[in-house]
């Protein structure tokens, strides 16, 4: 009777490994932006190429996804040259140091209808920290152009630089810590 339940869980373990589905983003139709709080008066809008991202899940709803997903920090972009060198230099992300940002999930839990608690590893700067994500799950349509499956998400969450050893000499006066993540994202069904 052992041996049987052992058996059967075997085969129900593969089987749902087998029934998991590959997403890989659309890089076209997605974007890894930020803002953070400049002077208490004004905030200040970037974002990151994202250069691999994908969710595997066995569920239509991606209850049980995995998202992985990796960014060019050098590709930092906030409209102003000098600014953005600067933010690359070892006074911010050390982008030479620490070329990429890295987010793998560790549990991606269904809060509401179309509404997710996203819950992962965060590398910046060479350090990971646990991070919750706030997600809302688009939906599903058929690309008519490609004829693949696509699926959006909308991504968002704040992060405090500190904890990344981002700028800490620099007054929260000056810069906000907290920082806000934003990414609007669509996955193409492999």
């Given amino acids: ?17 087998t029934f998991a589905q590959t997403w890989s983003v ?3 139709h ?8 400049h002077m208490n008066i004004s ?4 974002s990151f190429k994202i250069t691999d991202a994908k969710i595997t899940a066995s569920k239509p ?4 996804a995995v998202i992985e997903l990796t960014a060019d920090v050098k590709s930092i972009d906030t409209d102003n040259e000098q600014r953005d060198g600067h933010l690359k230099s070892p006074d911010f992300f050390d982008a030479e140091k620490f070329p990429t940002l890295t987010f793998k999930s560790t549990s991606f839990k269904k809060v ?69 993540l934003q990414a609007s994202t669509e996955f193409a069904k492999d």
């Fill in 1 to 17: 009777m052992k041996k049987a339940t052992i058996i059967a869980a075997l085969l129900m373990s593969s089987a749902a490994a």
């Fill in 26 to 28: 659309d890089k076209a």
């Fill in 30 to 37: 997605s974007r890894l932006g930020f803002n953070v709080t």
């Fill in 43 to 46: 905030e200040t809008s970037g």
């Fill in 61 to 64: 709803d991606f209850s049980d």
């Fill in 112 to 180: 509401g209808d179309k509404k997710y608690k996203l819950t992962g590893n965060l590398t910046l700067h060479g350090v990971t920290k646990p991070v919750v994500l706030d997600v809302v799950f688009n939906g599903t349509v058929e690309n008519p152009m490609s004829k693949k499956t696509m699926a959006g998400f909308n991504i968002s969450g704040i992060v405090k630089r500190s904890d990344f050893g981002i700028a800490t000499g620099m007054p929260a006066a000056m810069l906000g810590d907290g920082v806000t």
